[in-house]
């Protein structure tokens, strides 16, 4: 896959997008949708014993980031981030009732590999140890570039124990996403390079339909037929999505196959685990992007996940 295509053009797309992996990594608002009560559900994972439902005070419905930045792929500057972050928190508040809270900002410059930045940052002693890490960065082997992101899980210093445990991870483990900042929605006209070569589509780009006329918006050449999109609502709405979608995964277990509308998602969600709406026999776009291309039963397992 070309890294023109965009992580949520489409539903193939999505599926090779991101990976969820353990220990280390092996290789995404308002809305006019059908309302639900974000509270907490019992809900029944496909491998997994009913999650005791939890129903925690409003204040502690929160749930914190360390934001590190990889100097070595792009700077990316707190002011930044804490922006990112904020509207991170309003899109994961729509889907579940909790916010995210950035508790720790930290620069790394040597580069390597994305799990040797997290660990040197453990090993720093951080104050408060946080529920996850979202790392600026274009990843390992350039995935986070390539794909806009991915996700693993890493376990936190001794004693330390998540208040959100997945039933898919351990209560030891800190969720990790890896967001490549600046990664543009819905480019057009480049190909293979990194400035635009066309002004038409090409190779696959503006959802495989080449030929569409590219305009500019946030600074660069994108599909006319994606400015409207909710992920081009903002120049940072497609890193805040890719945030949460990232930090969402290890809260599924089936990988890439739980993004939205793939056949296992649809498969679980007419099995009736999650009351959210869900339209299973056709894709639907709007929905799609409201969910974070993510399967809306992933969001339940996180909300059930947390213990007070």
Do not use: W
Not at 12 to 22: D, H, K, Q, R
Not at 148 to 159: E, S
Request: charged share 15%.
């Amino acid at each position: 896959m070309k890294a023109k295509l965009s992580i949520l053009s489409l539903v193939l797309a999505l599926t090779l997008a991101c990976t969820f992996g353990s220990a280390a990594p092996t290789q995404a608002p308002p809305l006019s949708r059908p309302t639900f009560d974000p509270a907490p559900t019992a809900v029944t994972p496909p491998t997994a014993a009913i999650l005791p439902a939890a129903s925690p005070p409003e204040a502690a419905r929160t749930f914190t980031l360390a934001v590190l930045v990889d100097l070595a792929s792009e700077p990316v500057r707190r002011e930044q981030a804490q922006t990112l972050v904020e509207e991170a928190s309003r899109i994961l508040f729509s889907l579940t009732g909790f916010e995210l809270a950035m508790i720790d900002f930290r620069e790394f410059s040597g580069g390597g590999a994305t799990s040797a930045i997290i660990q040197e940052y453990l090993n720093s002693a951080p104050a408060v140890i946080p529920n996850g890490i979202i790392l600026f960065s274009f990843g390992d082997d350039g995935r986070a570039k390539v794909f806009g992101g991915y996700a693993y899980t890493l376990p936190g210093p001794a004693g330390y124990v998540n208040q959100f445990v997945s039933p898919y991870a351990h209560e030891n483990d800190l969720y990790v996403g890896v967001v490549h900042f600046s990664h543009r929605y819905a480019r057009c006209g480049y190909g293979d390079s990194e400035t635009p070569v066309s002004d038409v589509s090409i190779d696959g780009e503006c959802r495989n339909q080449p030929g569409t006329a590219c305009v500019e918006k946030f600074g660069y050449s994108m599909c006319s037929n994606a400015v409207d999109d909710l992920y081009a609502s903002t120049p940072t709405y497609m890193a805040s999505s890719s945030s949460v979608h990232e930090i969402m995964h290890p809260f599924g277990h089936n990988g890439n196959q739980d993004h939205y509308f793939t056949p296992e998602c649809t498969a679980a969600m007419r099995s009736g685990i999650s009351v959210r709406p869900y339209q299973a026999d056709s894709f639907d776009k709007a929905e799609a992007d409201f969910y974070i291309n993510m399967c809306p039963f992933v969001f339940d397992n996180f909300v059930n996940s947390y213990r007070p």
